[in-house]
Nanobody, 122 residues
Framework: QVQLVESGGGLVQAGGSLRLSCAAS????????MGWFRQAPGKEREFVAA????????YYADSVKGRFTISRDNAKNTVYLQMNSLKPEDTAVYYC???????????????WGQGTQVTVSS
């Protein structure tokens, strides 16, 4: 089993930055693809970013491309999401996810964290 704990969320003004972290425990996730998803009130959970297990391939939703960066530190069993130029429409609960197989932008992940709230004020 893999446990994922997100941190780093909070309240920020539009144009600001936040860095989310996702710490994994239970087993190493160095061979797992990792993803970030988000869910705004009244909306479905949507893909934000994903990274392959060696960290060589990254994928982004069009809405965040150029503003968000996903990265991982396999030695720390941690994945990050650097979010810059934040907009009010980025407000959501952000979830980290781990997948034993190839990276995907679909929600087909094996393990999920409980989420961290990001609120961007205008």
């Amino acid at each position: 089993q893999v446990q994922l704990v997100e941190s780093g969320g909070g309240l920020v003004q539009a144009g600001g930055s936040l860095r989310l972290s996702c710490a994994a425990s239970g087993r190493t996730v160095s061979s797992y693809a990792m993803g970030w998803f988000r869910q705004a009130p009244g909306k479905e959970r949507e893909f934000v970013a994903a990274i392959s297990w060696p960290g060589t391939n990254t994928y982004y939703a069009d809405s965040v491309k150029g503003r968000f960066t996903i990265s991982r530190d396999n030695a720390k069993n941690t994945v990050y999401l650097q979010m810059n130029s934040l907009k009010p429409e980025d407000t959501a609960v952000y979830y980290c996810a781990a997948r034993r197989m190839l990276v995907t932008i679909t929600p087909n992940y094996d393990y999920w964290g409980q989420g961290t709230q990001v609120t961007v004020s205008s």
